[in-house]
């Protein structure tokens, strides 16, 4: 079986950030039922060293465009991370798939063998592209992604795993 960096990387992140979108969408309900300020959940965090929901879903979308960005040698729109409620949240979110699903497979194409350098200021990891891809980028991408769903199943929002899983077709 052979599987592309494109079939590991934007079906992939498309398919998590369409989990955040639902999750978000129960989240709403959730607020509404318990008749709470939805920017309450915005703002819940696990910690107070850890970023707030927001912040989680801000870094699952950079996560995903950045990464789609490096494996095609393309252009990721900037977001100025600013939304403070759901709705800005669920935009960002489908800004983030529209993005992600303008990316053919053809501009990933060789992104296995690309030379990528994360840069973080003083250090700059270097990675082959499908190593970058999967001990990088993907891991970093549900990091963010499970704190999200951790932070709205701690904030009491009936959530369980299957839809952390979300859809899935075979």
């Given at each position: 079986?052979?599987?592309?960096?494109?079939?590991?990387?934007?079906?992939?992140?498309?398919?998590?950030?369409?989990?955040?979108?639902?999750?978000?969408?129960?989240?709403?309900?959730?607020?509404?039922?318990?008749?709470?300020?939805?920017?309450?959940?915005?703002?819940?965090?696990?910690?107070?060293?850890?970023?707030?929901?927001?912040?989680?879903?801000?870094?699952?979308?950079?996560?995903?465009?950045?990464?789609?960005?490096?494996?095609s040698q393309g252009q990721a729109p900037k977001f100025a991370d600013e939304e403070k409620t759901l709705e800005e949240l669920q935009q960002r979110i489908a800004n983030t798939i529209a993005y992600l699903q303008s990316v053919t497979a053809e501009q990933v194409e060789g992104a296995e063998d690309r030379q990528i350098v994360v840069n973080f200021g003083d250090f700059k990891p270097e990675f082959r592209g499908d190593t970058y891809l999967l001990t990088f980028a993907l891991p970093n991408f549900y990091f963010h992604v499970t704190t999200a769903y951790d932070i709205l199943r701690h904030a009491g929002v009936k959530i369980g795993k299957l839809d952390f899983l979300g859809p899935y077709s075979q």
């Open positions: 079986m052979t599987l592309s960096v494109y079939q590991a990387s934007v079906p992939v992140f498309i398919r998590g950030m369409t989990v955040l979108a639902t999750l978000l969408e129960k989240a709403a309900a959730h607020a509404q039922a318990a008749g709470i300020d939805p920017v309450e959940l915005v703002n819940a965090r696990l910690a107070p060293d850890m970023y707030p929901l927001s912040g989680q879903i801000q870094r699952a979308s950079d996560a995903a465009k950045f990464a789609v960005q490096r494996l």
